[in-house]
């Protein structure tokens, strides 16, 4: 029979390698593990590459888009005009209050579908948003 193997088997204790920071020190002695420097605080990585203090420090390029006061406060004039609660216009509308709410408090930026739906429900015009 040639498949069979026929050598003993030992079945022993064997020297696993230590955890901790004795563990630590052997393996660094072994030269199984390479130490890398510490970045400085302030300079970490963010998931888009650009360091945290970069990100901080800018301003202009990644600020959020913003509903314009102009659209804001022609919303809530023309509501207030008609004697509507955001409620009413929100149910006119078929959409939530708090989506009223947060146009009118420039917190949610609406699509030009959504504003053409507001326009015809109050029967006045208001400005558009631009597009990016």
């Known amino acids: 029979m040639s498949g069979q193997d ?4 030992v079945f022993s204790k064997s020297s696993r390698p230590q955890s901790g920071a004795q563990g630590m020190a052997q393996a660094q002695r072994a030269g199984q593990v390479q130490a890398a420097p510490r970045q400085p605080p302030g300079s970490a990585s ?3 590459g650009i360091s945290a203090a970069q990100l901080e420090n800018e301003t202009d390029e990644l ?3 913003q509903v314009p006061k102009e659209l804001k406060q022609a919303i ?3 509501r207030m005009a008609k004697g509507l609660t955001q409620k009413q216009l929100a149910q006119q509308l078929n959409m939530q209050p708090q989506t009223i709410n947060e146009y009118e408090n420039g917190k949610a930026i609406p699509q030009n579908a959504e504003i053409a739906k507001i326009e015809r429900a109050l029967g006045v015009k208001l400005p558009r ?3 990016k």
Do not use: D, E, I, L
């Open 76 to 78: 809530q004039k023309a």
């Open 129 to 131: 948003v631009k597009k």
């Open 63 to 65: 600020k959020h888009a």
């Open 46 to 48: 963010t998931s888009s």
């Open 6 to 9: 026929h050598n003993p088997v």
